[in-house]
């Protein structure tokens, strides 16, 4: 997708060409008046247009006061920033929260498969899933009350594969992830970034 397009009005904050909006009412699931409320909240956490991961850490750390955001973040980061350019932009933001917010069961449960994907080979490894559940406990300060957060990390993931790993091969495919998420929808809860 192209950059977005802006044009500046009087008060030097940048808006939306009516053409980037109508692209974007396109590939997501939201109406133009949503991604302009969705655009001016962007801005407002990231005036110039574009979050680093310093930044991207820096506002997890901000709404995470009690935790320690910043493996987690640096997860979601490499999730958010699809064109790997080390920016999140507004069509990286968009592009997430439309998923997240709007998007089918089987557009959600891939997002999450590609947060837990560190390496990108197309596997979850229980290093990985591991790593990840790791990074929720220090996010979270195991404060959610779940019988998930109950266990350990290794508890968990334990759990999982013991669920999803259908050929034993201590790996899960985007397949494997797909079935065993359909067949217990609850793990949404467990797996998700939105659920915190």
């Not at 500046?8 to 699931?29: C, D, E, N, W, Y």
């Not at 699809?82 to 089918?104: A, C, E, P, Q």
């Not at 837990?116 to 559940?133: C, N, P, Q």
Request: glycine share 4%; charged share 25%.
């Amino acid at each position: 997708m192209q950059q977005p397009h802006y044009i500046m009005f009087h008060s030097r904050k940048p808006q939306l060409s009516a053409g980037t909006i109508a692209q974007l009412v396109k590939i997501t699931h939201f109406n133009e008046a949503e991604i302009q409320q969705h655009y001016q909240t962007f801005l407002n956490d990231c005036p110039s247009g574009k979050a680093d991961k310093a930044y991207f850490i820096q506002l997890h750390r901000s709404m995470y006061p009690s935790g320690d955001p910043d493996e987690f973040a640096e997860y979601l980061f490499a999730v958010f920033d699809r064109n790997r350019d080390g920016f999140i932009d507004f069509n990286d933001h968009i592009s997430v929260l439309s998923t997240m917010m709007k998007g089918s069961f089987e557009d959600k449960y891939k997002w999450i498969f590609y947060m837990y994907d560190i390496d990108k080979d197309g596997f979850i490894t229980y290093a990985e899933m591991s790593r990840i559940f790791i990074a929720i406990d220090k996010l979270t300060c195991r404060v959610i009350k779940s019988s998930w957060i109950q266990e350990s990390p290794e508890m968990r993931v334990n759990r999982m594969f013991a669920k999803m790993d259908r050929n034993k091969d201590n790996k899960l495919s985007l397949d494997e992830f797909l079935a065993g998420c359909r067949s217990d929808p609850a793990m949404l809860a467990t797996l998700s970034p939105s659920s915190f």
